[in-house]
């Protein structure tokens, strides 16, 4: 029987470093190629050695598939190609390859030039990678060799998301990557049509999570902002350079102009401008209202919010800065952060999910004492509030997915493995199909049932389909050919055509009985009669 | 397979192929070379235009001086421009299915098509090609809607009267065809059928059919498409290039076995080579701003714009023009210029390297801001503020007829300082400026059209391979006026089949085969037999399920349990019409072998016969004569069926079945 096999190297019950192995009649193929913002050693790649314990990358993998920009999506991508050795393709939509190496650059700045860490990729690695990237567009087939193919789906999420669809012969995988199921203020909802495929693998960091409507959350989020800034206070948002920081920015930009309020907002240095350029340059996949407006108005171009200088975090008086990066981990967030955690006038908003370990996991599960480096203790007497505008499918969302895709099997990863627990069962409740949620380096196997596809001479077709005195397309029909298999086509013919083909000559066979009937009345009658019943 | 023409533009084609039980709508082009017989519609009221004299018959008769007018020698309709539609009786429109759009010149008839036939279908075309397909709409509509005219006329369409009337009016084609132009809820209406699709991506037609946009290299978003089932390919080329500009490269490995190769939209200036153009553009824009003289350049707001305003982006400095204002006019200048910069998907790739940094990808986005180019959407309001001459403006329409262009014709004309600039090969430029005559103003032909040559096709044409080349009439012969270029013609072997507006081509293919589907615990209880060397078969009964033209073979349910009660239960719709089979059978029959056989089944009295073709074996006890022949039995047997059913299977046990 035809398998699938699944081999989460990362994500599988965690969030982290996804990266994922299939292996789909005969090709593999690797998902995602994520660091884990949570380590700092050996544990922030995936551990390649899984494949490479039995030959070399390329030898083995068939492409790589890219779903996001997310650094625990594409973070290890230098380290994989270029360190471990990966020469084949590597596939992601045009937004995430301008945007990708930029965040990687970002990253091994951080780490090489701030932690003082050797060993790391290099900057000419990170180009040297991308070379070997290949953009595709959103519905397009992607022909990766003779039977593969993939495709790329709208996911939402941050800008440039896709969902993947994986396909050899009548087999299929859908990976989602992160995705969103409900529009927001910059980017459309996830999509993808009734594909049916095999598997379906998809997030789940919100396995259990339900979440109020958008605008409730969104006026909660102003709320807060504005009553710190009236009383005085000073509100830190640590968020990640693109996505997230789009919608929020809109949303305050929005709300100061119709308020008319007078606090400085401002942006972290370092990507502001130049992300809000990327989504000038690629609003075709932001969402409908932002495409429709922006000859008139471009939603990225802001009056209010302003470049941040380090030096400001000392001004008097209230302000927002939205600092990078958002699980308050390392560099400028962290810095403001231990600036103003003092003060219980301020205000720290953490608008998306904190990988365990980072500073923002630490406070959000509401620890007030933290040690930082050089063994200090850092007291927080600032608010802490938690908002989840990061953009993932909710558990709504992601029934919703597998009611619009209907899959045969699905695969949790990229979620804790209690919440994928619950999760799991009510799939399984719900639409009947096995759910899995292999931990990392566990293989779960699928067993599927490809059809055969065969040629059918369009004669043997007609013949069959205008039997009957009324065709009725409802009712099945008992059909007989002959299968002829030659090489490696398969062709279904009438009977008689295959004994044309094979030079054969049809075999004549027949009966001939004596009947003797008793009959009393005149010969001519008789003859009638029998002919009668025999035509009847 | 048939093929209807609807249009004999070569260029804004309009076919409509019936492919097994689809039918596809390619293009909707619109003829716009009618307005050429239509006097220029001016913003401003110009008394030059509204004094020409009326034109009189040769008899004296004055009934249609209301309607023509005559100007230096030409005659011209004096209302609304109309234009030219595709043909609409040649076949039920309200039958398309669907219609493929190849880029957005081609598919300006679309409000006519959509709006006016009982369409019901789905619209296909790229996000760029629709994008800027409604600028070029709204452009249309807004310059003819803002100039109303009062007259409307029609008495010259008579066909008595047309006969009367002097070259071109006298030839013009299917005159009570021409329609006025549509308006804006019409072009949305038209536009909200459509569905964006991606280049290769592949989009089921009632699950029969496949369609799939490919890049066409020509303009944004411009695409040729593949048509195909799971045996027959049918590729259509629609204005394509090879040449590099802004857009995404042509795909041509993916129009390789095509079974048919519908060739349209080549360029229709084959001489001029469109390097060579811009280069003579560039020189004489220079000299007329160097003398002192304006330049315009009629032009659509899209497409060779964009590689004009980059080539002058280069040159201005070094020809010493940084200091002469660049004007673009159009309704829809501002959004041509800001959506040409969001197509990075669709741009060749040293535009896409330069959005990954990110950078616009046109510089004219510096132009703008360096203030060397302005844009206004008429010239009313800030632009004559702003104006300062000499400069340079970009303007529609191409055909002189109507927009901004009309009022800097007439305001230019008299000066021999001044230059056109002919850019757009789509006119005629000597008859875009007839109702204009006469003219001081320089003008300048330099057609850009980076549409494929006869050298090219030629040369995709041995590359890709079709089986049969099918194209416009046009493309079968020399241009009329250059009979001795036979060079300029399509070459190909089979030589091409032509077609003209109105006609119904047959292409030239049959199908054979269809795809079906096994599913798999059918093929498990198949039992392949191995008949000649690498040659197996076995034999299917199997049920036929078809849905959404799909076929697929199933198992046979098993036969239904026999009633425990004496009830006759109703015959359950799932169970299939089971009608005897009969299978063939081959093979012939040893028969030395076939008598052993009988001996041991119990026939102890067996004896053989030779005949002229075979043997004859009798069993006289059982009164029974078997005729063994090449390619025939014959059983003569009493009425006996066990006996019968018995020799039967002794017989097929020789037999192959088929």
């Known amino acids: 029987m035809p398998e699938i096999k699944v081999t989460p190297l990362g994500a599988g019950q965690d969030v982290g470093r996804s990266c994922i192995l299939v292996s789909i009649a005969g090709k593999n193929v690797m998902l995602d190629c994520g660091m884990h913002m949570g380590y700092n050693d050996d544990r922030r790649f995936p551990d390649f050695s899984y494949i490479t314990q039995n030959g070399r990358l390329t030898d083995f993998l068939d492409c790589v598939i890219i779903s996001h920009f997310h650094l625990d999506h594409c973070g290890a991508l230098p380290y994989f190609s270029e360190m471990v050795g990966y020469d084949g393709p590597i596939y992601m939509t045009h937004p995430t390859k301008a945007i990708c190496p930029i965040l990687l650059e970002d990253y091994r700045k951080i780490t090489v030039d701030k932690k003082g860490e050797t060993n790391f990729f290099t900057s000419q690695m990170i180009k040297d990678c991308m070379k070997k990237v290949v953009a595709v567009h959103l519905h397009q087939t992607v022909q990766v060799d003779e039977e593969l193919e993939i495709k790329a789906y709208y996911a939402g999420h941050v800008l440039g998301a896709a969902m993947f669809q994986i396909k050899v012969g009548c087999e299929s995988v859908v990976y989602t990557g992160d995705y969103n199921m409900t529009p927001d203020r910059h980017l459309g909802a996830a999509w993808i049509d009734k594909c049916r495929p095999d598997l379906l693998i998809s997030e789940s960091t919100y396995a259990t999570t339900i979440r109020d409507s958008k605008r409730c959350r969104e006026r909660d989020f102003l709320k807060k902002v504005h009553e710190t800034v009236e009383r005085g206070g000073k509100v830190l948002i640590p968020v990640f350079a693109l996505g997230r920081a789009q919608e929020l920015c809109i949303l305050l930009e929005t709300f100061w102009e119709r308020m008319n309020l007078k606090a400085p907002i401002y942006f972290s240095t370092g990507l502001t401008e130049k992300a809000n350029h990327y989504y000038k340059l690629f609003i075709t996949w932001t969402n409908q209202k932002i495409r429709k407006t922006f000859v008139q108005r471009n939603m990225f171009e802001f009056k209010h919010i302003k470049a941040f200088d380090r030096a400001f975090a000392d001004n008097p008086g209230p302000m927002v800065v939205f600092a990078t990066p958002g699980m308050l981990h390392a560099g400028q967030s962290l810095q403001i952060f231990r600036k103003w955690a003092g003060n219980e006038k301020n205000m720290v908003i953490m608008p998306g999910y904190c990988v365990q370990g980072t500073v923002g996991h630490k406070i959000l599960s509401g620890q007030r004492k933290l040690e930082m480096e050089g063994r200090q203790i850092l007291e927080v007497k600032m608010q802490v509030e938690y908002m989840s505008f990061s953009a993932h499918a909710d558990a709504k969302g992601i029934m919703q997915l597998i009611r619009q895709a209907e899959p045969r099997n699905v695969l949790l990863v990229h979620g804790e493995a209690k919440k994928m627990e619950f999760l799991k069962q009510k799939i399984e409740q719900e639409f009947h199909v096995s759910c899995f949620m292999p931990a990392n380096g566990e293989t779960t196997t699928i067993l599927t049932n490809p059809c055969i596809p065969v040629d059918i001479s369009l004669g043997l077709l007609k013949r069959e389909t205008a039997i009957g005195p009324v065709p009725d397309a409802k009712k099945p029909k008992l059909m007989h050919g002959t299968l002829l298999m030659k090489d490696n086509s398969f062709r279904l013919v009438s009977p008689e055509q295959a004994l044309k083909e094979l030079g054969l000559a049809e075999h004549q066979l027949r009966f001939t009985c004596r009947v003797h009937i008793q009959d009393p009345r005149k010969e001519h009658e008789t003859v009638l009669r029998v002919y009668n019943h025999l035509k009847g | ?62 009934f249609l ?131 964006l699709v991606g280049y290769s991506q592949k989009i089921e037609l009632f699950g029969a059919v496949q369609v799939t946009p490919l890049s066409s290299g020509y303009a944004l978003g411009s695409s040729n498409w593949i048509i195909q089932s799971h045996y027959e390919k049918v590729s259509y080329v629609s204005g394509s290039s090879l040449l590099t500009t802004h857009p995404q490269p042509m795909d041509q490995a993916s129009l390789k076995n095509s079974d048919v190769l519908i060739l349209t939209g080549l360029t229709q200036i084959p001489t001029a080579n469109p390097d060579g153009m811009v280069g003579e553009f560039c020189s004489n824009l220079a000299m007329t701003v160097r003398n002192g003289g304006n330049v315009l350049v009629p032009c659509y707001p899209s497409g060779v714009i964009y590689d004009l305003l980059e080539c002058l982006y280069q040159y201005i400095d070094s020809a010493g023009l940084s200091n002469v204002p660049f004007y673009f006019i159009s309704p829809v200048a501002n959004s041509s210029l800001e959506f040409s910069q969001i197509f990075a998907e669709w741009l060749c790739h040293n535009k896409q390297t330069k959005v990954y940094l990110p950078e616009p990808p046109f510089p004219h986005a510096e132009l703008i801001q360096t203030n060397k180019l302005k844009h206004y959407p008429s010239i009313h309001g800030d632009f004559s503020n702003d104006f300062k001459q000499p400069c340079v403006v970009f303007t529609g329409h191409p055909s002189l007829r109507f927009g901004d262009v009309v009022h800097f014709m007439e305001l230019w004309g008299k000066s021999s300082l001044n230059t056109v600039i002919f850019t757009e090969p789509d006119f005629s430029y000597l008859d875009a400026l007839a109702p204009y005559q006469p003219l001081a103003m320089k003008c300048v032909y330099c057609p850009i059209d980076t549409r494929l040559n006869f050298i090219q096709v030629s040369k995709l044409l041995k590359e890709v391979q079709p089986l049969h080349v099918v194209c416009p009439e046009q493309y079968t012969q020399p241009p009329p006026t250059q009979s001795h270029r036979t060079d300029l013609m399509i070459d190909c072997q089979p030589p091409a089949m032509s077609y003209r507006r109105a006609e119904v081509l047959t292409l030239p293919y049959k199908r054979r085969y269809e795809k079906i589907e096994i599913m798999p615990d059918l093929a498990d209880s198949l039992v392949p037999l191995e008949i000649k060397p690498g040659i197996s078969l076995a034999t299917v009964s199997a049920v036929l399920h078809t849905k959404d033209n799909k076929h697929v073979l199933q198992l046979p349910p098993k036969p239904p349990q026999p009633p425990a009660s004496k009830k006759r239960k109703r015959v359950s719709d799932d169970v299939p019409e089971c009608k005897s089979l009969k299978p063939l059978l081959s093979g012939s029959i040893p028969v030395d072998q076939f008598v052993q056989t009988l001996e041991k089944h119990g026939f102890s009295d067996v004896k053989v016969e030779d005949t002229a073709k075979g043997h004859i074996v009798l069993l006289q006890e059982a009164e029974t004569l078997i005729q063994l022949e090449e390619d025939s039995t014959h059983i003569i047997c009493d009425n006996d069926e066990p006996l019968r059913v018995k020799l039967r299977d002794l017989v097929l046990k020789f037999l192959q079945k088929f």
């Open chain 2, 1 to 62: 397979f048939f093929q209807y023409c609807l249009s004999g533009h070569p260029t804004l084609p309009c076919n409509v192929l019936k492919f097994k039980s689809t039918t596809i709508m390619l293009d909707c082009g619109l003829d716009m070379t009618s307005t050429l017989n239509f006097l220029p519609l001016p913003l401003v009221q110009s008394p030059r235009l509204s004094k020409l004299p009326g034109w009189i018959l040769k008899d004296g008769s004055t």
């Open chain 2, 65 to 195: 001086d209301k309607e023509l007018k005559e100007c230096s020698g030409h005659v011209f309709v004096d209302s609304v421009p109309e234009f030219c539609l595709p043909e609409t009786e040649l076949l039920d429109l309200s039958t398309v299915d669907v219609i493929l759009i190849s880029n957005y010149h081609c598919m300006m008839a679309l409000p006519y098509i959509t709006e006016y036939t009982g369409f019901t279908g789905t619209v296909y075309a790229t996000e760029p090609t629709v994008q800027i397909g409604r600028l070029l709409m709204e452009e249309l509509v807004n310059s003819i809607e803002r100039v109303p005219k009062a007259q409307s006329a029609s008495m010259w369409k008579n066909k008595e009267v047309q006969r009367l009337l002097p070259a071109p009016l006298k030839d013009a084609v299917e005159v009570s065809m021409w329609r006025k132009c549509y308006t804006m809820p019409e072009v949305n209406a038209a536009l909200s059928k459509i569905q």
